[in-house]
């Protein structure tokens, strides 16, 4: 990605955004879309705010993983483009409400604009300063910065949410997911990625505050607790596995490095693994195979789920 995106005059105002249920704001102010921003009484702002918590998540990470890795790191890249076509492919020829929850700077948020045009995005994140910088840049995307344990938006009123890489940071990942749920309308899908292999949990995952690891098995549990029916069930990064595991366990040991060091440490494998030219070959032949197979294990958990028609 480029990090540029088209003009608001090239894209006219989404039906879907312009009648869409947008909630109050704290003080009590009716936000509205103007395809540009949010008219909020005689006030004009480009991103919503609804309040946070505490979090495992901050600005300095942000920019510590995009100083290293940018747009192209080449996990990421098949990250998202999993993500879009799995999407595609299941939500039919609709033209859906999509949020990202946990957009940041918006990487996926492009891809979904120049590989489906005709879906309506909204992108949230925890942290406020990422989503002024992406309104700078993704104009006539609405951003929203909430907390998803206490997401805002009314229930049924999206189509389609996606977290790429969110629950572990959350401590009440189930009441996330819950919550995913509530805000999706009947039939809505719901695109989750998370770290695979709890017993991985090294350096790495403690500079980035994650909070656990998944087992592909835990995490349909949690789904099905959460009222969701599985559509899909796979992981990514299945062909580096072996690799993955030697680094990890070499990065467990970088425990015992002095606060100060960790950081540093971490920062140079993210950008010793985003150059990697032979990660991204690996990568696509594995997005390819994954057509017609799913992966039993892998660097990441994914799942595509369903909210039940029947649900309310």
Request: with cysteine.
């Amino acid at each position: 990605m480029s990090g540029k995106d088209d003009a608001p005059a090239d894209r006219p105002m989404n039906r879907a955004l312009e009648q869409f249920p947008w909630p109050p704001l704290p003080d009590g102010e009716v936000p509205r879309w103007s395809g540009e921003g949010f008219q909020v009484a005689d006030r004009r702002e480009a991103v919503l705010s609804y309040g946070q918590g505490a979090s495992h998540w901050s600005p300095e990470l942000t920019a510590l993983h995009e100083a290293q890795a940018g747009a192209e790191h080449p996990i990421d890249v098949a990250s998202r483009r999993l993500a879009l076509r799995t999407l595609r492919r299941h939500a039919g020829p609709r033209a859906p409400v999509i949020l990202e929850v946990g957009c940041s700077s918006g990487f996926f948020i492009e891809a979904l604009r120049h590989g489906w045009p005709e879906a309506a995005v909204i992108g949230a994140d925890f942290i406020r300063a990422p989503l002024l910088t992406l309104a700078r840049r993704a104009r006539g995307v609405p951003l929203l910065q909430f907390d998803l344990r206490h997401c805002p938006l009314p229930g049924a009123s999206v189509e389609v949410v996606v977290a790429l890489n969110v629950l572990e940071h959350i401590d009440e990942d189930e009441q996330a997911l819950r919550q995913i749920h509530r805000s999706l309308k009947p039939g809505g899908l719901a695109y989750i990625e998370v770290p695979a292999g709890p017993h991985l949990h090294d350096v790495y995952d403690e500079v980035l505050q994650h909070q656990r690891r998944y087992r592909l098995s835990g995490l349909l549990g949690l789904a099905r607790r959460a009222g969701f029916e599985p559509v899909m069930a796979t992981h990514l990064g299945a062909l580096l596995y072996p690799a993955f595991c030697w680094a990890k366990r070499r990065n467990q040991r970088m425990r015992s490095l002095p606060e100060a060091a960790k950081r540093p440490w971490v920062a140079s494998q993210i950008r010793t693994t985003a150059d990697s030219g032979l990660m991204r070959v690996v990568l696509a032949v594995e997005l390819a195979l994954g057509r017609f197979i799913r992966y039993p294990f892998g660097i990441r958990c994914v799942l595509l789920l369903r909210k039940p028609e029947s649900a309310p």
